[in-house]
């Protein structure tokens, strides 16, 4: 689940000595703000310096506004799980107006207006569910795969129509099939377009692999045992090198995902290639509003911005149609194929195809990740390494070097070792965890003082009451935050570090 930026408490002084670990709790310096430990100052280091940058670059947006927005699309995607469960059979979807901050939701049913603007969103009365309108959409991929000149489908909700993409000419005979599918012809809106989809296999997007004989793909995010990327890229049983694997499972068409095994000798790192010297970390995969604006890594075109469209699109290429793919403005080229798509510090997808380039622009669609991590049973590797939770703490945070406890109220966090932070000397790994109440959802952070603010350089935030993190740890100040996501309660946290 997507965790909102949060403030921690300012620190307090105390000293303590970790007994097993022999580094000391400090109260002197570094000098936080003591209203603000994160720090106003620079907000931007909530979010990976290169993301930003391209933010700016192909979204023309200022640093800070690339922040804001970025927040703003956070809070939205705890706004769509709230709305979505409870809404039920009645909603209709949520977009967003990055423009000017505004949140959307659509209802069917006029009387649960209400709900919608307690979660902060302005309502929509809509003809169509959304569950309607995917269904419709599924039920056209086959009578559609039948007629030339359609290129794909989405689901456009802000309209609330389906968007079936038809060649100059090709109208009539789509018009046809969806009436033999059975869709209300009200709930379809057909667009003439020129996009021509195909594949981006040849060269490389995000980090290059190889397959067979030296076609080239692009690694789409770390799983613990290897990969994903796209299906396109090579089907099952086929080898790779640079790193060397096998592709465990690959499906082509109908998805376009695929699951890439490594070996031992491999290290799976939760960062995508920023191709600018640096990586972007990847904190998790929480599924972003309609609306959201993504960023995109690929070694052909480097990183390129842009907005979701839509989701559950239909894509007609040459080798057939694929379903549920992500839409987007992000522009791609050949050889992004099987990259990365992030909003924010969240893994979104892999590059499908697209239509388009970087010169004149382009439609690009992505398979989403969260289905290839779900049918192949993957862990998704975050902050730099390790599984979805950053660290394995066993079954509790009792073993640790430094034993904590506290109790929160939802939404409270509190600072730990006893409120302060402790000066690392040299490289050592960390490992924290925390144990929140049964009910509960508490979550752990990992931050280092930057020199001006607190920065988190890891962090545990799965669903679950048990969350733990690990970090490779060189010199400095840090400090471990426990934060009450949901619930409230005592605690248990632990930090050892060695």
């Known amino acids: 689940m997507r965790r909102t930026t949060f403030r921690t408490l300012a620190t307090t002084t105390a000293t303590l000595t970790f007994v097993a670990t022999a580094f000391t709790a400090q109260a002197a310096s570094p000098t936080p703000d003591a209203d603000d430990p994160l720090g106003d100052a620079d907000l931007a280091e909530k979010y990976p310096v290169e993301l930003l940058e391209a933010m700016q670059d192909d979204l023309d947006v200022t640093k800070d506004r690339a922040v804001e927005r970025l927040d703003f ?7 769509l799980d709230e709305l979505d469960d409870e809404l039920g059979d009645d909603f209709a979807g949520l977009w967003l107006d990055t423009d000017d901050d505004v949140v959307y939701a659509a209802v069917t049913d006029a009387g649960k207006s209400s709900t919608v603007r307690k979660a902060g969103a302005e309502a929509v009365t809509a003809r169509y569910s959304l569950e309607d309108l995917e269904q419709w959409q599924s039920s056209l991929t086959a009578p559609l795969t039948d007629v030339d000149g359609v290129p794909g489908t989405y689901v456009d909700l802000a309209e609330n129509t389906i968007v079936v993409q038809v060649h100059r000419g090709s109208r009539g005979e789509a018009r046809q099939a969806a009436r033999v599918a059975g869709v209300p012809q009200r709930a379809i809106t057909f667009e003439v377009t020129t996009e021509e989809p195909r594949t981006y296999q040849d060269v490389v997007g995000g980090n290059a692999y190889y397959i067979g004989s030296g076609s080239r793909c692009s690694v789409g995010f770390a799983v613990t045992t290897g990969f994903v990327t796209a299906g396109h890229c090579g089907s099952t049983g ?8 096998t592709f465990a499972a690959s499906i082509f068409p109908g998805s376009d995902m ?17 191709y600018n010297g640096g990586t972007v970390a990847v904190a998790g995969s929480t599924q972003a509003p309609v609306g ?4 995109r890594s690929g070694s052909t075109t480097g990183w390129h911005c842009g907005t979701i469209q839509a989701y559950n699109a239909t894509v007609t290429y040459p080798q057939g149609s694929v379903n549920g793919l992500i839409r987007t ?3 791609a080229e050949p050889g992004d194929s099987g990259g990365s798509l992030l909003a924010g510090d969240q893994a979104q997808g ?11 622009g382009g439609t690009t669609y992505f398979q989403p990740v969260n289905p290839i991590l779900s049918r192949y049973n993957l862990t998704l590797v975050t902050n730099g390494g390790g599984g979805d939770d950053g660290g394995d703490p066993g079954t509790s945070c009792t073993g640790s070097s430094y034993t904590g406890n506290g109790s929160l109220n939802r939404g409270g966090q509190a ?3 006893d409120g302060t932070y402790w000066n690392q000397s040299g490289s050592a790994t960390v490992t924290a965890c925390v144990e929140g109440p049964s009910n509960g959802d508490f979550d752990v952070y990992l931050q280092r003082w930057s020199g001006s603010s607190w920065s988190t350089v ?7 009451s048990l969350d733990a993190l690990t970090y490779s740890a060189s010199s400095g100040y840090y400090r471990v935050v426990v934060h009450a996501y949901s619930g409230s309660g005592a605690y248990t946290t632990g930090i050892t570090v060695s």
Not at 238 to 245: K, L
Not at 258 to 274: K, Q
């Open 292 to 295: 959201s604006q993504v960023c």
């Open 415 to 417: 600072v730990h070792p």
């Open 329 to 331: 403005t992000v522009c």
């Open 350 to 360: 892999v590059t499908s195809g697209g239509s388009g380039n970087c010169r004149s």
């Open 238 to 245: 086929a080898t790779t090198s640079q790193p060397s694997g």
């Open 458 to 464: 890891a962090q545990g935030t799965t669903t679950s």
């Open 258 to 274: 695929a699951h890439v095994r490594t070996g031992s000798d491999d290290n799976p790192v939760g960062a995508v290639n920023d």
């Open 73 to 79: 699309q956070a809070d939205a995607s705890i706004t």
